[in-house]
């Protein structure tokens, strides 16, 4: 077994239990792509085994901090086993759900969701690339499922040295596949779409967004960045009179207009646009409009906290146009996917764009990720959505 020997005083994240180990953390030590490393302090104590990925600025990623384990097919059968078990566990309205959920399941670099009978999975680290085969023999063994989609042609592949990879890993057939979602009915291509093929992440909003359209009679939305059209159903169902879903994906706005047909709401209430949503922020704020509930859901503005500045401009200026075009009283959901953007400095964007808006709100509801993308108190990087739910003062 190699051994990767760290810098003096570099041993703290990982007696923390916190899984990664920098490059500038190596004094010495190397191995090939994937392989299984044995992890020592300055003085040769045992820390970890983790996977060695030669090229990536998280030079290893700890599997293991029990020096008793042994990285074998046993280990990844129990990985996936208590993966799977805790989402058993789990009230989750849907079956579509996240199995894996990477470091927080103790599989950094595997993304494993379950749509109905099928399964997408993400392999995006050295690690799990070696020992893909093996895992995709356990994920069926562990589900029962018999279709596995391969979804890694994520760019932080690239970060590892991996080519992108997608296709059926196991089984085959159409990639179409209908999920039941609070009652709701919503189709997912895992062959295309974003991550996995959906957001599984924001189930349990998009729940709570319905429950609060009908709540405060909110008869007029406007969904940016909407996607397939989960939060335009979740508004419908919810009473909305009127949802304009806009997006910048002609494929992703047809999907959503079959959703609102599918779930038996009058395709007359939605709206669809295929636009710049900021664009059309602007547009609708000079034309004098005015909504009861907007919706922000962005993709990734900072991808790392070196974006953050940057992205920090981004969401002031979309959430600024957003407060000055909801109706006294009006609901905004406003999210960030940015793992460069915590929680806290999220809020404090958002703040500044409710006192350049001139107006101010109260604090509804702190939102983040369903309950089956779990962070865990030892990897907080994995807390990457956060959310604020804001009542425009009347």
């Keep these: 077994m190699k051994s990767i020997r760290l810098r003096e005083g570099k041993e703290r994240s990982l007696l923390r239990r916190h899984p990664w180990v920098f490059e500038g953390s190596v004094a010495k030590g190397r191995a090939d792509a994937g392989e299984t490393v044995r992890v020592e302090a300055h003085d040769g104590r045992f820390l970890a085994w983790g996977a060695y990925s030669p090229t990536s600025a998280i030079r290893v990623r700890a599997w293991s901090f029990d020096e008793g384990e042994r990285i074998d097919r046993d280990f ?41 009978d099928t399964l997408s999975a993400q392999f ?27 979804r890694s042609d994520s760019g932080v592949r690239g970060l590892e040295g991996l080519p992108p990879a997608t296709g059926w890993l196991r089984g085959d057939g159409p990639t179409e596949v209908t999920i039941r979602e609070h009652g709701w009915r919503l189709t997912v291509d895992v062959a295309e779409g974003h991550k996995t093929g959906f957001y599984l992440d924001q189930r349990d909003n998009r729940a709570r967004f319905a429950e609060w359209v009908r709540h405060f009679g909110c008869e007029r939305v406007l969904n940016g960045y909407c996607y397939t059209g989960g939060f335009t159903v979740a508004a419908l169902a919810g009473g909305a009179k009127e949802v304009i879903g806009v997006d910048s994906s002609a494929p992703a706005l047809e999907r959503a207009r079959t959703h609102v047909v599918l779930n038996g709401f009058d395709p007359g209430r939605a709206q669809w646009l295929d636009a710049d949503v900021n664009a059309t922020l602007r547009e609708r704020l000079k034309a004098g409009e005015r909504f009861d509930a907007i919706v922000l859901d962005p993709p990734k503005f900072a991808p790392t906290a070196a974006h953050a500045e940057r992205a920090a401009r981004a969401y002031k200026d979309i959430n600024r146009l957003a407060l ?17 953007i915590g929680a806290e400095l999220f809020h404090k964007i958002v703040a500044g764009a409710a006192i350049d808006a001139g107006v101010d709100g109260a604090l509804l509801a702190r939102l983040e990720g369903a309950c089956d993308h779990p962070t865990t108190l030892a990897f907080p990087e994995g807390e990457y959505l956060k959310g604020l739910a804001i009542l425009k003062a009347a």
């Design 324 to 340: 000055k075009l909801l109706a006294p009283g009006g609901l905004l959901l406003t999210f960030s996917c940015s793992g460069g």
């Design 76 to 116: 990844f059968a129990r990985r996936i086993a208590a993966a799977v078990a805790l989402r058993a566990r789990l009230p989750i309205a849907s079956d579509g759900v996240r199995l894996v959920h990477g470091e927080a399941d103790g599989l950094p670099g595997l993304v494993v969701d379950r749509y109905a």
């Design 124 to 150: 995006l680290s050295a690690g799990t690339e070696r020992w893909k085969a093996t895992i995709a023999d356990l994920l069926l063994e562990a589900t029962g499922c018999t279709r596995l989609y391969e």
